[in-house]
């Protein structure tokens, strides 16, 4: 198999589960160029952006190399689909690769209690409030937060498809994310992002509604709550919203 072959079954894994590049990205932190690149072979991709990707799809370590030695393209993305190793009598030169739907999901499930690990972690670890580096460090956090929950949401999509028994616990590890995201805002109360987060809540209206009335995407609403970040000639809007929701 060429890179060409190897990059089209990366892409044909990401579909069966019905990632767009987009949420793919989201759950890697490797951009929408760089995994189009690596989807159509167009050049050699970088160690760390496999190992992402593999990990983003659930897949064990290794997989895109295998993939691109492997001698049967259908074969292998139908035996990493199914689940079930194609029975022969010939033999092969690389191992297939076996990713069942139900473990697939556990492996994205420990993927997201790891990240909860790491997030209480980094957050054992905040500096005192009195330090200039105080609010930025918060800020890294919430938007390692924010990665860590869109691929939590990812992989309970995932579960639910495979009819696996984690989507339940996935659910609660998104909840818990939240709750840490939320708390982590609370941290920095006189912030923009905090008091347009809680606005938001208290208005009790969709994001979809909430961008109309600011003449902004949803994508840029996550980012006023996360990160503070209001599009230009949209303070006024965002201003007159905060002091609607008192």
Partial sequence: MSREAAGAAIRTLREARDW??????????????????????????????????????????????????????????????????EESSQPRAAAGIVVNRHSDADVLEAHAEAHLDSLNSLI??????TSNEYETYIQSVIEQCVKAELLAANSWRVAVNAGAQSADRLMAQLKSLEAIRTGL???????????????CARSELPESVIATLL?????????????????????????????EQP
């Avoid at 054992?124 to 409030?129: F, G, I, K």
């Avoid at 109360?189 to 606005?199: T, W, Y």
């Avoid at 006023?224 to 002091?243: D, K, Q, T, Y």
């Fill in 185 to 199: 805002l609370a941290r920095m109360p006189g912030s923009i992002s905090a008091r347009f987060d809680q606005a």
């Fill in 215 to 243: 003449g902004v995407g949803v994508e840029q609403v996550w980012d006023i709550r996360n990160r503070g970040a209001v599009p230009p000639g949209a303070l006024p809007r965002v201003r007159a919203f905060l002091e």
């Fill in 124 to 129: 054992t670890r905040l500096p005192a409030e």
């Fill in 20 to 85: 767009s590049l987009a949420d793919l990205a989201a759950a890697t932190g490797v951009s929408i160029m760089g995994l189009s690149f690596l989807e159509r072979g167009v050049r050699k991709p970088h160690k760390g952006t496999v190992q992402k990707v593999e990990n983003g799809l659930g897949l064990p370590p290794g997989t895109y190399s295998r993939l691109v030695v492997a001698d049967d393209p259908d074969a292998e993305i139908a035996q990493l689909l199914a689940g079930t190793p």
